[in-house]
């Protein structure tokens, strides 16, 4: 499996708009899991708000790795047998990461080359929202490009998060909204590295010019891009990997 797509896809079925039962997204997680998805999967996402239905539905099979959303990353953090927390995610009362991965959330337009080197230097990561349940959640191709070429050229990690079902950069045709695309980062954040203008790789809606593009990005470059962009957010599983399975860009490993 191309190294580009391992571990990308973090499950975030319980939220909008897939807002599955936790019941059943924590047993298709598992299943997926055991597949041969599971080299694709990120950990499962789940807010502390709802910690009580996630250790009831993960109670009686394989503990389940979670990166759990949190008030601020001061939380203090429960505990389950059933549950692995690998992560936080959230806003920052005090941007302190400690031993446990975590992942500041900051609106694109608020991200500055400042904001990036403070949590690099606090060993936090970055998170950006790239869509949700309203047109203003997502940000242009400007503002994303900013927000990327800050967090690359400043050498911080940084995971996304909803609108990004989708490989290529693409209008809804029932919402109107303009979805972002998962290869389109991919592209831009190695284009970031090699030290090009990135704008022009979110705004690309040829999804075979930007899938060969992609299938390009050599094996030493691959390193870095995922180095730089972690995971991604999404609500179904299944739609980001038929994208690639339609470029060509893997083979069906179920």
Known sequence: MNPLFTGLFDDAAIFPPGNLPMADAVAAHRERAESGLAPLLGPFICSLARWDELVAATAGGPRLRVSLVVP???ADLPEHPSVEIVAV????????????????EIACDEITATRVAALRDAGVRLKIRTGGVRADAFPTEKQL???LWAAVRGGLAFKLTAGLHDPVRHRDPATGFEHHGYLNVILATARALQGYDIERALADQDGERVAAAVAGIDEVLVK??????VSFGTCSISEPVGGLLRFGL???PR
């Open 224 to 229: 870095a891009v995922r180095h730089h962009f």
């Open 89 to 104: 995610e959230g806003p920052a009362a005090s941007v302190n990461g400690g031993t446990l991965t975590a992942y500041h």
């Open 250 to 252: 893997l083979e069906d």
């Open 145 to 147: 490009a900013g927000a």
């Open 72 to 74: 601020d990353l001061g």
